[in-house]
């Protein structure tokens, strides 16, 4: 155990559970695109109970969910709003400019938590010159401004002022039930005035593959026919889906260890002279440090750990992230600082010899 591989690089990595895959391996399938695979059928309908929607979709991944959304709310030309951090402008491969025609309109936001402040000037409703707003999009938790989560009062109120000027609103909840926990509220009242919410049943909930959409009956209609558009029309799809279940109903149960794992980590690393990091801030399972105190730079940092079997990827010279999940124990996040600690007293020593 002790030289295994500990990887802290994403909630991506985790692997189905022994409950998913047996669940996997009795799955009930039919073609779902003929909308016959009771498997994937029921994991539309529970999503959609679960947020007090009227429907659901079963998508491969969290992007082609976004990118659907985004495709359905909006026209050729218009203006997304969105942090410049978010995943759709930063990681998803410009599909929104490419397949539906937008402009990515970005603004930085403290912490990454856009208010409607800071949203009003760059809305633009007016024939004239500039294009016009067709969607704004929020992410909740934040991924790349460090697992941060929106107080229900800024989202609700975003969505309150953008519905009054007829602007749909698009929640990249990818990781919509850590921000749950942390914020201590249902999903319903978390998520129930954005006009389409995405979430990912592949990140901490560890399913193997798939993101939902949830909406309207006639939004997901038309997000059905997108998707297929995108070649994410599939088969014999309750396979997934019943590992998707199983993720829904049993994962969102055991997500405050990653919280408190987390926690744990970013007190350890507050500790470690020359890394910089605000315990304070870490409240759900995403941590971002900044090593540049170290004399190393990110990338031989965690060149480094991963010599020691520890993965974790710096997202830029002086910045290195770390994402807790249901692979990574007490005992793995105790190892992690022991061997940061283990590989700075070796540099410093070599420093000073
Ligand atoms: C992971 C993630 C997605 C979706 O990613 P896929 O890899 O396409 O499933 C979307 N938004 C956020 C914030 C994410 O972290």
Redesign the pocket.
Known sequence: MANSLLDLR?D?VTRPTQAMRRAMAEAEVGDDVYREDPSVNKLEARAAEIFGREAALFV???????QTAIKVHTHHGQDVICEER???YV??MGTMSAFSGCVPRTLRAPDGILTWNLIEPLVYRAAGFRSRTGLIEL?N????AGGTVYPRVVSDEICDRAHERDIPVHL?G??IFNAVLALGCSVIELTGKFDSV?F?L??GLGAPVG?MLVGSKPFIDNARTVRKMLGGGMRQAGVLAAAGLVALEESPKRLHIDHENARFLAQGLAEIPGIKIDPGKVVTNILFFDVSGTGLSSYELSKRLAERGVLANGTNPRVIRMVTHCDVNRTGCERALDELRGILAVAHGAAQA
């Open positions: 994403s991506t491969p991944s969290g992007t082609m969910g976004n978010s995943h759709i990681a998803e992410e938790s934040s991924n790349l990249d990818a990781r995405m990912c592949s990140k993101s």
